[in-house]
């Protein structure tokens, strides 16, 4: 299976600042990768896949970026809202694999 | 708007069978991927599986084959069997539709998740 690498496990930010995630695969994916935010007790909810291509009525202040190996997850001004855990996922070859998550926290 | 709801057993025995149900109103079961996904407390996210309104299925190979998917387009449902459990299968279920926006590679809708404890 792919493995896929984020970092770093946890982020403190401030609300206004730009963040960024990184998500690694063990081996080129192409632009198969998706990211998800999910918020205590909720399920994951999707934000971008295709690498880049954002879902409908989600703020234009997420933003993907990458392809092959190496993917970003952009948020260019962080809102209260956006203080959550995000992952990766991989869809080029099974097994479908996340990433380990990426906590957002308020510094 | 669509809406998942997974049901079945919270609390499965070692070594027996857990089965779930997921329930989808607000849209059409056809024509899409329907996957299982699992979250053990604290921890990641492990794709289970998925299964087509064809009946067709695939799964995540590190499961050796403990899992058992079926539809049922008559009642907009589509089911899991994941055999022989044991601790390491305590987890928040998930049941979600294959993306639109992805080939159906990836999970636009999601159930609200149902926990299942195995323990004796």
């Known amino acids: 299976d792919i493995q896929m690498t984020q970092s770093p496990s946890t982020l403190s930010a401030s609300v206004g600042d730009r963040v960024s995630i990184t998500c690694r695969a063990s081996?080129?994916?192409?632009?198969?990768l998706a990211w998800y935010q999910q918020k205590p007790g909720k399920a994951p909810k999707l934000l971008i896949s295709?690498?880049?291509t954002l879902e409908s009525g989600v703020p234009s202040r997420f933003s993907g970026s990458g392809s092959g190996t190496e993917f970003t997850l952009t948020i260019s001004s962080l809102q209260p809202d956006d203080f959550a855990t995000y992952y990766c996922?991989?869809?080029?070859?099974?097994?479908?694999?996340f990433g380990q998550g990426t906590k957002v926290e308020i510094k | 708007q669509v809406q998942l709801q997974e049901s079945g057993p919270g609390l499965v025995k070692p070594s027996e069978t857990l089965s779930l149900t997921c329930t989808v109103s607000?849209?059409?079961?056809?024509?899409?991927?329907w996957n299982w996904i699992r979250q053990p407390a604290g921890k990641g996210l492990e794709w289970i599986g998925r299964?087509?309104?064809?009946?067709?299925?695939n799964d995540n190979t590190s499961l050796k084959s403990r899992v058992t998917m079926s539809i049922d387009t008559s009642k907009n449902q589509f089911s899991l069997k994941l055999s022989s459990v044991t601790a390491a299968d305590t987890a928040v279920y998930y049941c979600?539709?294959?993306?639109?926006?992805?080939?159906?590679?990836?999970?636009?809708?999601w159930g609200q998740g149902t926990l299942v404890t195995v323990s004796s």
């Open positions: 295709d690498a880049s």
């Open positions: 081996q080129s994916i192409r632009s198969w």
């Open positions: 979600a539709r294959g993306g639109e926006n992805c080939g159906g590679d990836c999970f636009d809708y």
């Open positions: 299964i087509y309104t064809s009946g067709r299925t």
């Open positions: 996922q991989q869809y080029n070859s099974y097994s479908w694999t």
């Open positions: 607000g849209g059409s079961i056809s024509r899409y991927y």
